[in-house]
């Protein structure tokens, strides 16, 4: 079973940097697509960064230029780096999993993330 944990979270003042962890386990590398969300208090998740099923990476418009989703095979581990952090930046993030399927040369992600790690505090300050 896909277990996924997140870590490298804390507090850091507007115009820092965070970088976050998501070590997995319990898969064949490359099988699974990868990406982060993130949830304030009282808003909806919300999908910030995503590593599709041919390697593109794609970002909502909020971390555009200011975050960089990458991938350690090697290592089974997901990154997230942070920069220019933003109060608004605050949240819980997660990282999430999904089958990842190939064929022809041709790979696409499941829909829907099935697996998801336990969270990781990040918190911005003015």
């Known amino acids: 079973q896909v277990q996924l944990v997140e870590s490298g979270g804390g507090s850091v003042q507007a115009g820092g940097s965070l970088r976050l962890s998501c070590a997995a386990s319990?898969?064949?590398?490359?099988?699974?697509?990868m990406g982060w969300f993130r949830q304030a208090p009282g808003k909806e998740r919300q999908g910030i960064a995503h590593?599709?099923?041919?390697?593109?990476?794609t970002y909502a418009d909020s971390v555009k230029g200011r975050f960089t989703i990458s991938q350690d095979n090697a290592k089974d581990i997901l990154f997230l780096q942070m920069n220019n952090l933003k109060p608004e930046d605050t949240a819980m993030y997660y990282c999430?999993?999904?089958?990842?399927?190939?064929?022809?040369?041709?790979?696409?992600?499941?829909?829907?993330?099935?697996?998801w790690g336990q969270g990781a505090q990040v918190t911005v300050s003015s």
């Open positions: 999430a999993a999904v089958e990842r399927y190939c064929s022809n040369s041709i790979c696409w992600c499941g829909n829907g993330y099935l697996y």
């Open positions: 319990g898969y064949t590398y490359n099988s699974y697509c």
């Open positions: 590593i599709l099923g041919d390697g593109a990476t």
